[in-house]
């Protein structure tokens, strides 16, 4: 079963995701924000990380930069889910190592469809 981290300091936001996620045969893992994230991503294997972009402790980006620098995540797709959509921003989360971008509020279809295209 394909198992994927959900990172979002919102608790609907990753309510709405793993109900997305669970309902589409997926197995989800959520953390609260990018340092537990971190923790949580140390301890197990994923397939995929979600993850927003704007959180306190640890922001996405910097959580996509710190995930790319553990062997276990140097090809495991990343996706910033969040409301940032600014063309600067999505080249930082580029450049930190995020496979894709989506922005809030997010569609359940198309999160579904992206995923597909990511994960093999």
């Known amino acids: 079963m394909t198992k994927i981290l959900v990172v979002d300091d919102s608790n609907s936001i990753r309510d709405m995701v793993s109900f997305t996620l669970k309902g589409a045969g997926y197995e989800t893992v959520e953390a609260k924000d990018g340092k537990e994230g971190l923790n949580t991503a140390q301890t197990g ?58 922005v809030k509020p997010f569609n359940p279809e198309k999160l579904l469809a992206t995923i597909k295209r990511v994960v093999p």
């Open 45 to 102: 294997t994923f397939d995929l990380v979600i993850s927003d972009v704007n959180m306190p402790n640890m922001d996405g980006i910097t959580l996509c930069q710190e995930l790319r620098k553990l062997p276990a995540f140097k090809f495991t797709p990343i996706l910033m889910l969040t409301t940032e959509s600014s063309g600067d921003m999505k080249m930082r989360g580029k450049s930190a190592g995020a496979t894709g971008w989506l």
